[in-house]
């Protein structure tokens, strides 16, 4: 598990920003979910045979001997409150959540065991419309934020009668090379062999690909679904590509499946994915309603938005605020509050714990503020503060405490409630 030092917290709140204002802007409404919620939930909706749930959930009893587990993912959670809640009885809910999720995972660059994510789920839409508006609304992040090393695949997995007889087709082929598969894939032969095509076993590589695809056994109305998806992604100008073994790792998905991954990032090449998930609701309990969602990694795409070059706007110090003197020290933490109060935005630091003239303007060098206000005894006799630009060529200036606020706003370019 990973810390975020004050170093990096800057671009995680400016990424988050700029994600969150963009999915509101499609008119998703945020969600805020617990962490803990009970096994079974994720057991129903993952599905037993998964590596999320075999291997890498936190799970344990609670003192009533209830099983309870760290939220693994977000939908599940999402669709549990909606239920809960009566938020998708004859409702459409556009909803966002976002926030630290648990996998007992092998620790690797940019794959840690309490990850981030960023989840957008549509609950009660139908139509590939829906889809298509939160792939492009994806895409819309990558281009606000500069990034052009991803590529979008997609696939359909059809309805659940489709799935059947795929799934049938898959058992069949995969029986015929069962003494080439691993031991993950014969045991999943039986219980859920679409499983098998999402192997990251490199040995079973060359079996997968040579096995039926899904795409060969689509309904007409999931093909129709996956056209109109398509035609849809081209009106927009979104480009993608055609993974027809593109399963995702979760057992809950039908229909549209799809993935922005990258090269960038060494092995964890997927940064954002999703799909539908039609079924999920009536699964764990609620009335029949037809979803789609994504969720974004957002230590990937921190990864990914530093490799494109990114980098966020900087949130230093408009002024420091340097006091020497009894008198000084007492009316600098007066003033200081004014300043906040009379300024939208304006960032001041104000030095503690004393210190001489000479080193408290190190440490207003060192806060990179724009400014430093200098107040000694006889500022304050004479009502009098003297402005030090820090970062330009400007001279430095004495200016009467009560135009202090309109001159700082002026030279910041904030906004002054005078």
């Given amino acids: 598990m990973n810390d975020i030092l004050p170093d990096a917290t800057g671009t995680w709140r400016y990424l988050e920003s700029v994600v969150s204002n963009i999915v509101q802007s499609y008119g998703y409404a945020e969600i805020r979910l617990p962490l803990l919620e009970q096994t079974e939930l994720f057991r129903r909706s993952i599905g037993e045979v998964t590596d999320i749930v075999e291997k890498e959930m936190y799970t344990f009893l609670d003192r009533n001997g209830e099983s309870l587990t760290l939220r693994p993912e977000a939908t ?34 940019g794959r840690y065991r309490q990850f981030n994510q960023f989840d957008v789920e549509a609950l009660g839409y139908t139509g590939p419309d829906a889809d298509a508006e939160l792939i492009i609304m994806s895409a819309r992040i990558w281009q606000r934020l500069g990034i052009s090393r991803l590529v979008l695949e997609i696939n359909s997995l059809g309805s659940p009668e489709s799935r059947g007889h795929y799934r049938e087709a898959l058992v069949k082929y995969f029986s015929g090379v069962k003494n080439q598969l691993d031991k993950d894939s014969i045991r999943r032969l039986e219980q859920n062999p679409l499983r098998i095509l999402d192997s990251k076993n490199p040995d079973m590589q060359a079996i997968v690909a040579a096995a039926p695809v ?56 997927a940064v954002c994915s999703g799909g539908r998930y039609d079924g999920l609701v009536e699964k764990l309990g609620g009335q029949a309603t037809p979803a789609v969602g994504w969720a974004m990694g957002f230590e990937r795409l921190v990864a990914l938005f530093a490799a494109s070059g990114g980098s966020a706007p900087i949130e230093n110090v408009d002024v420091y605020l340097v006091a020497v003197g009894d008198q000084a020290i007492t009316r600098a933490f007066a003033i200081a509050e004014q300043l906040r109060d009379s300024i939208a935005g304006i960032r001041v630091e104000l030095n503690l714990g004393g210190g001489s003239f000479k080193s408290q303007l190190k440490r207003a060098d060192k806060s990179n503020a724009d400014y430093a206000l200098i107040l000694g005894e006889q500022e304050v006799a004479a009502a009098r503060i003297g402005l030090k630009p820090l970062r330009s060529n400007e001279d430095q200036s004495s200016i009467a405490l009560n135009e202090l606020a309109a001159t700082l706003a002026e030279k910041l370019g904030k906004v002054a409630d005078l």
């Fill in 214 to 269: 899904m795409l060969d056994f689509l309904d007409a109305e999931s093909d129709e679904h996956f056209q109109q998806l398509k035609a849809l992604l081209d009106v927009a100008g979104v480009d993608f590509t055609i993974n027809p073994r593109l399963v995702r790792g979760l057992d809950y998905y039908n229909r549209t499946v799809f993935e922005w991954v990258t090269d960038a990032l060494g092995s964890q090449g």
């Fill in 76 to 109: 599940a959670g999402i669709v549990r409150a909606g239920i809960t809640n009566g938020l998708l009885y004859n409702q459409k809910q556009k909803l966002w959540t976002a926030g630290p999720m648990f996998r007992y995972e092998k620790p690797q660059k």
